[in-house]
């Protein structure tokens, strides 16, 4: 509950809402208290307690000015004033019970009003930070957790802190201010009654606890499946065409059925908690409430206690004990949001990627050279290295083409240059300076990066060129699209470059999406170019004529390939092969066919000729 609780005194950021939140149930719950009490003497004036029938507003005013709370209080000239007759009298109370009952909605509709302003306010600002948060992890443990957790506490578990969020503020305070206002009104009634009835209130509590308590810990495993569910929905939606083109339709609907069962075992869980609650409460409540009713009538048959008074203290002791019955069903919310606010808690708490503190100096454009010092990484769970003491140096203005076999380590190597990942062993250095010590984002901005996989986001195709470059004109934009070979097919889209692209870039063929790709990298006008496969997806003759604009993009800039053709490799200045996550060779194209055996195997095998 710390967590919970933690989240909860957020809510004092806006304090003058939540201050008049809470004066307005209190002026609602006041309204109920006296309305309670107002409503004594017109039970007396119907059952005729002692007389009282006989007797007009005058006398009840003179009444409850010398024997009630009210003594000494009611000027002499107010009571002269108060109409005669006791007609009157019930109509008058009733009318301004009426127009209390009045007054008390309206102020029941601010307390709700403002209350739930607090609560949305501060959990759209916990969802905003949770997602600040997941978009600055280090994205090794983004690929350790998978994004389906992080979409899972982003959407849904803040969701769930807002219930609980909402069940405190605006619900429980209503009904707690309600039932101690009514249980005010039947202390002033007949407090030997009401002293009685908090017997049962120990119980009660032990009760609501021992149950609030299973219920947080079936709701957090019912949270944590819930994030599986996002996960495998997610996998399984956004590779729709290999799971379609595999047939694995029955495998993926077999593997969400799965996770679907342990979801709703664990919802059945707090289903048990939160099903016997209220019944027990009820139980004890009605026992209480017999227990009363028994000592009271006693007490009525030895002309000990009033008919009036006994009527209206069980009546507020009944409508404190309604008041305060849906609170167990508000605790159960409260403590199932808590496992929610557990999962967020860890979340916000979490270590954010590091190189972006303001203190950390900038790094110079990249002038002289880049150097892989001792490089050691290993992926969350593997039992091998991915990259196994890597030394290497790559002069400004060089472009060098990495080529191995698959898991050799050469996607990973390059992915350490924009600090995607961090070594755990050794030093990624450029122009001499170690990328650890510098702003991230000084290291970033200076990188065009273009991979086989390539990403469009749903908005127009100007906004897809323009990501990560503010500021820029049309005419850049449209000069890094003809650069990249991508103006041809844009100009002939519906609206061109304010063309929406669907999501995941879905409504464009995969050769379009890897031209948009480029522009964007082109646009950035990076003093660093890597290229993960970057045309892969595009035909031969597209890939000639966008190699060779590359190529003159590339000149005076340091370009990183991992190259799948053959042309790519035939035309770097140096190439690196890598096995196993280690360098084996460096040299050019004839160099390396004459020493290096894996170099020949893939050169025949694996490297694929332009005309391809």
């Known amino acids: 509950m710390e967590a919970f609780w933690s989240f909860a005194r957020r809510m004092l950021r806006y304090r003058s809402l939540v201050v008049a939140g809470f004066a307005f149930a209190f002026v609602s719950a006041g309204g109920l208290g006296i309305g309670i009490v107002a409503i004594k003497p017109v039970l007396d004036i119907v059952l005729g307690d002692t007389d009282t029938g006989a007797k007009g507003l005058p006398e009840i005013a003179r009444e409850l000015n010398t024997d009630s709370l009210l003594a000494g209080w009611i000027p002499g000239g107010l009571i002269d004033a108060l109409p005669p007759g006791p007609f009157t009298a019930v109509v008058i109370i009733l009318g301004a019970l009426g127009v209390l009952a009045i007054l008390g909605a309206l102020a029941n509709f601010l307390h709700q009003y403002y209350a739930l302003s607090v609560v949305h306010r501060t959990v759209a600002n916990v969802r905003r930070e949770a997602f600040s948060t997941v978009i600055h992890l280090p994205l090794k443990e983004v690929v350790a957790q998978g994004s389906g957790d992080a979409i899972s506490r982003i959407v849904n578990d803040t969701s769930q802190l807002a219930q609980g969020l909402n069940a405190m503020l605006s619900k429980t305070v209503a009904q707690v201010t309600k039932g101690a206002a009514a249980f005010i009104a039947a202390f002033v009634l007949n407090w030997q009654l009401t002293l009685a009835a908090l017997i049962v209130a120990p119980l009660l509590y032990t009760v609501i606890r021992k149950l609030g308590k299973r219920i947080r810990r079936a709701a957090r495993r019912a949270l944590e499946s819930q994030a599986g569910l996002y996960h495998a929905a997610t996998e399984a939606l956004q590779g729709l065409r290999v799971v379609k083109v595999h047939t694995a339709e029955r495998y993926e609907q077999g593997r969400f059925h799965k996770i679907n069962k342990e979801f709703l075992r664990q919802q059945l869980r707090v289903r048990t908690a939160r099903a016997i609650a209220s019944p027990l409460v009820e139980v004890l409540a009605i ?31 009944g409508v404190a004990g309604a008041s305060l019955k849906p609170v167990t069903g508000l605790v159960n919310d409260i403590q199932q949001s808590a496992a929610a606010a557990d999962r967020l808690d860890r979340l916000l708490s979490a270590d954010r990627e590091p190189g972006h503190g303001a203190h950390l100096p900038k790094l110079a454009r990249h002038a002289r050279a880049i150097a892989f010092d001792d490089v050691v990484f290993t992926y969350p769970g593997a039992t091998t290295p991915a990259l196994d003491g890597i030394d290497l140096t790559i002069a400004h203005g060089q472009t060098v083409a990495f080529v191995g076999p698959n898991g050799s380590g050469k996607t990973t190597l390059l992915a350490l240059v924009p600090r995607l990942f961090d070594p755990e062993r050794g030093r990624v250095l450029i122009d001499g300076a170690d990328i650890a010590e510098y702003a991230v984002r000084s290291v970033r901005r200076q990188i065009g990066v273009v991979t086989q996989e390539t990403v469009v986001f749903r908005g127009t195709i100007r906004d897809n060129i323009a990501y990560g470059s ?7 934009i449209r000069d890094a699209a003809k650069r990249a070979g991508a103006d041809g097919f844009i100009e002939k889209l519906p609206g061109a470059y304010d063309a929406v692209c669907g999501e995941q870039g879905l409504t464009l063929s995969g050769g379009q999406r890897q031209r948009l790709a480029i522009a964007r990298a082109v646009l950035r006008d990076p003093a660093i170019l890597i290229l993960d496969e970057a045309t892969s997806m595009i035909d031969a003759e597209s890939e000639g004529r966008i190699t060779a604009a590359i190529n003159e993009f590339a000149r005076g800039r340091t370009c990183l390939v991992v190259a799948h053709r053959l042309s790519t490799v035939l035309g770097a200045d140096s190439i690196v092969v890598m096995d196993a996550g280690r360098v084996i060779d460096q040299g050019t194209h004839d160099e390396l066919l004459g020493r290096c055996e894996i170099y020949r195997q893939l050169a025949t095998r694996q490297l694929v000729p332009a005309s391809a």
């Open 287 to 317: 026992f209480a409430v017999g227990s009363l009713t028994l000592a009271a009538v006693w007490l009525i048959l030895e002309g000990r206690l009033e008919k009036s008074e006994f009527l209206l203290t069980i009546s507020a002791l």
């Open 470 to 476: 503010s500021g820029v004109t049309e005419d850049r």
